[in-house]
T-cell receptor, first 113, second 110 residues
Framework: DAMVIQNPRYQVTQFGKPVTLSCSQT?????MYWYQQKSSQAPKLLFH???????NEADTPDNFQSRRPNTSFCFLDIRSPGLGDAAMYLC????????????FGQGTRLTVV | GQNIDQPTEMTATEGAIVQINCTYQ??????LFWYQQHAGEAPTFLSY????GLEEKGRFSSFLSRSKGYSYLLLKELQMKDSASYLC???????????FGAGTTVTVRA
């Protein structure tokens, strides 16, 4: 059974048109992450939440925003997608603590046309 | 900041052993993780080390030396399905953040 669910799996958006990616979890984990992964590159952390505390990475562009209305759901909003934003976007969750691995969703492949 | 290095590619024969090295420089250390990622799919968790030494899980083992900032993932009895990217990830001083290396693509040949 899927525990971290991302929708949609594939998203095509127009250059400059706002787009929202969603993530839900059934694990009741208090930490949620959004990563951006381009081909043959490391997943790059954009931001993470510890409960409702939002933590933005210093190099995450202002074009990327996030919302976490409750424990189960988290959204990634891209206000004005550019061609360089085409990537796989991965949502992950974990419990707090040293030994706790992150569980990933299947990802959303974003194409910008 | 975090700096995590691993080789880009490795090739091995079915049934053989492959060792994937990872070196890291991080501000603080709260554990090192290995993930497997098949093309177009999400990473899946393989192993975790926080203390020095070897952790064994079936065909996969992972080793850590904190003083050297070094880890390796050992894959034994390679199978074709093991062809994938293997990602080294480190938790630094903030025990929520998980930072990844670029991954090592392993190709298993018959």
């Amino acid at each position: 059974d899927a525990m971290v669910i991302q929708n949609p799996r594939y998203q095509v958006t127009q250059f400059g048109k706002p787009v929202t990616l969603s993530c839900s979890q059934t694990l009741n984990h208090n930490v949620m992450y959004w990563y951006q992964q381009k081909s043959s590159q490391a997943p790059k952390l954009l931001f993470h939440y510890y409960d409702k505390d939002f933590n933005n990475e210093a190099d995450t562009p202002d074009n990327f925003q996030s919302r976490r209305p409750n424990t189960s759901f988290c959204f990634l909003d891209i206000r004005s997608p550019g061609l360089g934003d085409a990537a796989m976007y991965l949502c992950a969750t974990s419990r707090q603590g040293k030994g706790t691995e992150a569980f990933f969703g299947q990802g959303t492949r974003l194409t910008v046309v | 900041g975090q700096n995590i290095d691993q080789p880009t590619e490795m090739t091995a024969t079915e049934g053989a052993i492959v060792q994937i090295n990872c070196t890291y420089q991080t501000s603080g250390f709260n554990g090192l993780f290995w993930y497997q990622q098949h093309a177009g799919e999400a990473p899946t968790f393989l192993s975790y080390n926080v203390l020095d030494g070897l952790e064994e899980k079936g065909r996969f083992s992972s080793f850590l030396s904190r003083s050297k900032g070094y880890s390796y993932l050992l894959l034994k009895e390679l199978q074709m399905k093991d062809s994938a990217s293997y990602l080294c990830a480190v938790r630094g001083s903030n025990d929520y953040k998980l930072s990844f290396g670029a991954g090592t693509t392993v190709t298993v040949r018959a």
